[in-house]
């Protein structure tokens, strides 16, 4: 199919403390994987060596809440013992003034904010894990999807392991506990070389912080340093902002980053890096327009696929509107190529989270009716042009565009900035099966009918491809090409390693 091609509707005839036993409160209402929009997947945080570590922590979390709304969770040390709390729901819920001074006391931490990719949102699946094994505790928090997860899972279970959860993360840290491994005079590059698909990775010793990231670069993680001095890690650099920190570098694809009391040091797990798979969906929706990713600032992207957008599928209107928020940068690099006025005429309520995250449809129409509010004197009687980040399923974007038409809007011209989505992710990313994704088996021109509006463009592949910094071999484009630059043989959906499940009360 042509991306490039204007479909007309018209032509178609139209917290908890780590500690067993577990006690939890009022978890969310669960979903089956079929259920699900396109969703977010996790965002990390670390620093070492510093008595404010739990409170930079949290700022650094509450930066990156847009990463993942389902559970938060910090673990600390204080030079010896590890502690944790995790609970469900947004940062700002899990944590209070005195779960920051008196239980998570210490001098390092490690944060994590989840939107679950496999595992299915309950309280055991929450990160960072903390275990103890033979050589000590340790935490986890991981960004990402192991795409040889059920694989890892299934050998150990067959030597008779028994998981606390089911995310892949806890798989890590059983690779960590095997005997032969322990054994080894640097056991994390081991480890790690076991893992396929997408891992940023941060592991909390008593005297130290890993920072690894995956051979192919798949998610974005950053190092930054405080103005004291501390050393820093986080998905994106908006949460160095937050603490204000400055950005050193990124952790290189295929590198373990070390932070102790002697500073930070750097080793390889690979040899050679292979060839890079950035994740282009970072820049096109997931991150931050404030962060730097993949070497780029994310506004700058998105204006640039605005502009892009504009050149190749033009159109006569009233207005450009932006879908807030992740639309606002590339609607407004469409107006200003395309010379058509930028207006505001879609209010957000900032007080309703990234409607996604929601497990049902209804629950996200309910949502999104909260959280856009129409301007009818703007829009009534106009030719207004939306720019989309991307459309998914399509059931959302229409309720949003049906709000327009009984706003009175003239002409709904929708533009997407980046190309139809037609296949599923396995790399971290939680689109839906195939079948779910509205582009999948549709031309532009029904998806423009069934999305209601009088002309639909997708950006082309070469168009968004040309906005990136380095070539278009070094980015993932599997949700859009179907070309997985790391094979998947046997896919499974996030909850494939849910089975029965031991609820405590």
């Known amino acids: 199919m042509d991306t490039n091609r204007v479909a007309d509707p018209n032509s178609n005839d139209r917290a908890k403390r780590l500690?067993?036993?577990?006690?939890?409160?009022?978890?969310?209402?669960?979903a089956s994987f079929e259920e699900y929009e396109k969703k977010e997947k996790c965002g990390i945080f670390g620093i070492w060596g510093t008595k404010e570590a739990s409170n930079l922590?949290?700022?650094g979390l509450f930066s990156q809440q847009h990463r993942g709304q389902e559970s938060a969770g910090i673990a600390v040390t204080d030079g010896k013992d590890l502690r944790g709390h995790v609970g469900m729901g947004l940062v700002s819920q899990v944590f209070t003034p005195r779960i920051l001074r008196e239980d998570l006391a210490g001098t390092s931490a490690i944060g994590h904010v989840r939107y679950s990719t496999t595992g299915s949102s309950r309280i055991a699946n929450a990160q960072p894990l903390l275990r103890e094994y033979l050589l000590g505790p340790v935490a986890v928090a991981h960004n990402g999807n192991l795409i040889n997860a059920h694989l890892l899972r299934r050998m150990y279970e067959e030597h008779g392991h028994i998981f606390q959860s089911?995310?892949?993360?806890?798989?890590?840290?059983?690779?960590?506990?095997?005997?032969t491994h322990m054994d080894k005079p640097d056991a994390l590059p081991h480890v790690l070389r076991h893992l396929q698909g997408a891992f940023s990775l941060l592991f909390l010793f008593p005297n130290r912080i890993e920072a690894c990231r995956d051979p192919w670069g798949i998610r974005p993680l950053s190092i930054g340093r405080t103005r004291d001095g501390q050393w820093v890690v986080a998905s994106e650099t908006c949460a160095?902002?937050?603490?204000?920190?400055?950005?050193?570098?990124?952790?290189?694809?295929?590198?373990?980053?070390?932070?102790?009391?002697?500073?930070?040091?750097?080793?390889?797990?690979?040899?050679?890096?292979p060839e890079l798979a950035h994740c282009v969906f970072e820049h096109v929706y997931f991150s931050n327009p404030a962060s730097r990713v993949f070497g780029q600032n994310v506004h700058l992207v998105r204006e640039a696929?605005?502009?892009q957008l504009a050149r190749e599928a033009p159109v006569q209107a009233d207005y450009v509107m932006p879908m807030p928020d992740s639309g606002r940068s590339a609607a407004l690099g469409f107006s200003k190529e395309s010379a058509i006025p930028f207006e505001e005429g879609i209010v957000p309520n900032r007080f309703v989270g990234r409607t996604f995250i929601l497990p049902t449809q209804l629950q996200r129409d309910r949502a999104v009716a909260m959280k856009l509010n129409i301007i009818p004197d703007v829009v009534r009687g106009k030719r207004i042009v939306i720019v989309e980040d991307s459309v998914v399923r399509g059931t959302t974007t229409r309720s949003k565009m049906r709000a327009l038409r009984r706003a009175g809007t003239k002409e709904i011209h929708l533009r997407v900035s980046c190309p139809p989505i037609r296949h599923p992710c396995f790399y971290g990313i939680d689109f839906p099966t195939k079948q779910e994704l509205i582009a999948h088996d549709r031309t532009?021109?029904?998806?423009?009918?069934?999305?209601?509006?009088?002309?639909?463009?997708?950006?082309s592949m070469d168009g968004m491809l040309g906005c990136m910094k380095?070539?278009?071999?070094?980015?993932?484009?599997?949700?859009?090409?179907?070309?997985?630059?790391?094979p998947v043989d046997a896919p499974q959906s996030k909850l494939g390693l849910e089975r029965g499940q031991l609820t405590m009360f």
């Open 240 to 273: 160095f902002d937050a603490i204000d920190a400055i950005y050193e570098r990124d952790v290189e694809p295929g590198e373990i980053v070390r932070i102790d009391d002697s500073g930070i040091s750097s080793r390889r797990f690979v040899p050679v890096e």
């Open 444 to 459: 532009v021109e029904q998806i423009a009918t069934f999305l209601e509006v009088d002309s639909l463009a997708y950006l």
């Open 166 to 179: 089911t995310t892949d993360t806890e798989i890590i840290v059983h690779l960590l506990a095997k005997p």
């Open 470 to 486: 380095d070539t278009p071999q070094h980015y993932c484009t599997a949700c859009w090409s179907g070309q997985y630059k790391l």
């Open 19 to 30: 500690s067993l036993p577990i006690l939890h409160t009022n978890p969310p209402e669960q």
């Open 57 to 59: 922590c949290y700022q």
């Open 305 to 307: 696929l605005g502009r």
